[in-house]
């Protein structure tokens, strides 16, 4: 059908005979002269049709049309100096073509332009339905070509340098329900029993490491059935590894290693070694986030010792309630953040109130240290504490100090989530930086308001810290989290492998012993044919692949996505089933719709 790819003639295929197939990008009319840029996977050529060289040609080409399947045969030729593109890799050179040979037409109008050239701005709704149109534009076809360079590289330094394994696991599997909500599905074959498809390969790459296979990847599918947002999809793609007999340091160094040669193979880009590391609490403390963006300052000062005996109660009361108060001191802000902005009904307020604080305190530095503030904290500080404050913060003139005070998570969550905002409004944010962070010494459990009971920060089967093994609820894990650019693109630990320790952790979660046995009991009896000493981590490869594209939306690197409501617009599903199927599965509906209101 064809003997080159359309992005691939240069120079050196000059006075050659090509064929190529591909779409239409566009066509021009130059005063007789007709144009056709045609498009593959690999990119355009320019084919000419002329009516006095190649006039059965000329006569084809002026019959096309946007996005018709053509065959073309031709003969490569050097372009003209005037008509050189340098902005294409087959910009040298175009083809005079003999014969178009019409493989398709286009016979319905096109929902949006395809064509760069005529590229427009298209609904993501409109972008989804036709997903086969939007995948041959160039910003989509780039990513998802990224995403294979990615994932190939990934294959070539485990296989090929580091002797991992590719083994699949099950996709129908058993409920675990301990973290997000399990996409279950019925059996016919066992009535009354359910699978649930996989939130995660955990289990079986840890009984993999029983078996002995040492070391184990995969490019695994995951499900789980929870809120979405822009970086979540109901069904995504983790590269899982697991690794036994190796030290805390060294799975850190081999990762290190992975994600570097991801970087120069996909885009190119040495990395230096090794990535700094920093303690959980310590993020927590100088950013008020385990994910900490790290590319601008703007770090955040804690003030609870300071402000607990201070005249000023919504700080000291929030202290002695086992609060704390923190500032985050904003240099040279006066005149970009007025006061209106901060008070309720202000874009700032509002961004504090979305994370759950109750109001947003503030001064401003003015010349000479002295603090301008309406309202109370002024009036409420004595000549020391004003000074000390300043000292902390290392405010000067120009600066706007904003104050959280209450319970250490919502203060946390709102200086942050302000911090953010205002680093990329202020430009503090450098976007051609990659600053990858390690997370350590996370502690092994948090406490679940909810249920009134400990859950695992990571998952259960995390190991302890050997110096905490006495008092597990307060405890440290050996766990890690890799952060790039203030996200979070893999995490992991090293495991528990023995089931003494196992069980006394399903116990510190509130997990009885039958219950535990009900669903681990496989993983804990394996514990008991000597299971080796292992560790692993997970990548978010459709998170890690937006970074690298410089999408904001991980639906933009994933070919076939669902909605933020969990929809596929493109099949429209999920859809009604019928009702013999759910015969044969014992299943009923108990959904009922809500009537509609006559108007």
């Known amino acids: 059908m064809r003997t080159h790819y359309c992005g691939t003639v240069r120079k050196e295929h000059i006075g050659k005979t090509v064929t190529f197939c591909g779409w239409v990008d566009r066509r021009r009319d130059h005063g007789g002269v007709i144009f056709v840029d045609l498009r593959d996977r690999t990119g355009v050529v320019q084919i000419v049709g002329d009516p006095e060289r190649t006039p059965e040609a000329y006569k084809q080409a002026d019959a096309l049309r946007n996005e018709y399947v053509v065959r073309v045969t031709g003969t490569v030729y050097e372009r003209p100096e005037e008509s050189l593109n340098p902005k294409l890799p087959t910009g040298e050179v175009e083809v005079y073509a003999e ?14 332009q395809v064509s760069t050239a005529e590229a427009e701005n298209v609904r993501e709704e409109l972008r989804l339905k036709y997903r086969y149109l939007d995948l041959r534009r160039d910003r989509m076809a780039n990513n998802i070509k990224l995403r294979h360079e990615t994932i190939k590289a990934m294959r070539r330094f485990l296989e090929d340098e580091e002797g991992f394994l590719e083994v699949e696991t099950p996709i129908l599997t058993k409920s675990t329900p301990e973290g997000a909500r399990d996409y279950l599905v019925p059996s016919r074959v066992n009535p009354g029993d359910w699978f649930a498809l996989p939130q995660s390969p955990q289990l079986f790459k840890q009984l993999l490491m029983v078996s002995g296979c040492d070391r184990y990847y995969q490019i695994a599918r995951c499900f789980r059935d929870e809120d979405l947002r822009a970086d979540r999809q109901p069904e995504f793609t983790q590269l899982d590894m697991e690794m036994s007999f190796m030290s805390y340091d060294e799975v850190i160094d081999l990762n290190e290693k992975l994600v570097a040669h991801i970087y120069k193979a996909v885009k190119g880009i040495d990395l230096p070694r090794p990535f700094p590391r920093m303690t959980y609490q310590d993020a927590l403390d100088r950013y008020g986030s385990d994910r900490p963006d790290t590319r601008y300052g703007l770090e955040l000062v804690d003030l609870s010792d300071l402000m607990k005996d201070s005249g000023f109660k919504v700080f000291s009361g929030a202290v002695k309630s086992g609060g704390i108060v923190k500032a985050l001191p ?11 902005r901060i008070k309720p009904g202000g874009d700032l307020f509002k961004e504090a109130a979305e994370a759950g604080a109750k ?3 503030y001064i401003r530095v003015k010349e000479g240290g002295e603090i301008d503030t309406i ?3 002024k009036d409420n500080l004595s000549d020391e504490q004003r000074q000390e404050l300043l000292t902390r913060t290392d405010a000067e003139a120009g600066h706007l100090l904003l104050f959280g005070a209450g319970d250490a998570d919502t203060v946390n969550k709102t200086l942050d989530r302000l911090r953010q905002v205002i680093a990329r409004e202020l430009n503090m944010v450098d976007d051609s930086k990659i600053n990858l962070l390690w997370i350590t010494d996370f502690p092994m459990f948090e406490w679940n308001a909810d249920e009134k009971r400990l859950e695992a920060l990571h998952h259960p089967f995390t190991a302890p810290n050997p110096e905490d093994l006495n008092d597990l609820k307060t405890a440290r894990a050996l766990a890690y989290d890799l952060v790039l650019n203030g996200n979070e693109i893999g995490g992991g630990s090293l495991r528990i492998y023995q ?6 952790v399903f116990e ?3 997990l009885s012993q039958e219950e535990a046995n009900e669903k681990f009991g496989f993983l804990m009896e394996a514990f008991e044919y000597g299971t080796p ?7 978010g490869l459709d998170r890690l692949v937006m970074l690298l594209a410089g999408e904001e939306s991980i639906r933009d690197v994933i070919a076939f996505p669902k909605t933020q409501q969990a929809r596929c617009l493109l099949t429209d ?12 599965l014992y299943v009923s509906s108990t959904f009922k719709p809500k009537e509609k209101k006559e108007s």
Not at 533 to 539: E, L, T, V
């Open 99 to 112: 014969t178009i040979e019409l493989l398709n037409s286009v016979r319905k109008q096109l929902p949006f």
């Open 330 to 340: 904003i240099p040279n802000a006066s005149k970009l953040i007025s006061n209106v």
């Open 359 to 361: 109001g947003l305190a």
């Open 375 to 377: 309202g109370a904290i």
């Open 499 to 504: 089931r003494e320790i196992q069980e006394k």
């Open 508 to 510: 510190a979660i509130g």
């Open 533 to 539: 000493p292992h560790a692993g981590i997970a990548y």
């Open 573 to 584: 599903a999920p859809s009604p089933v019928d009702k013999k199927q759910l015969k044969e």
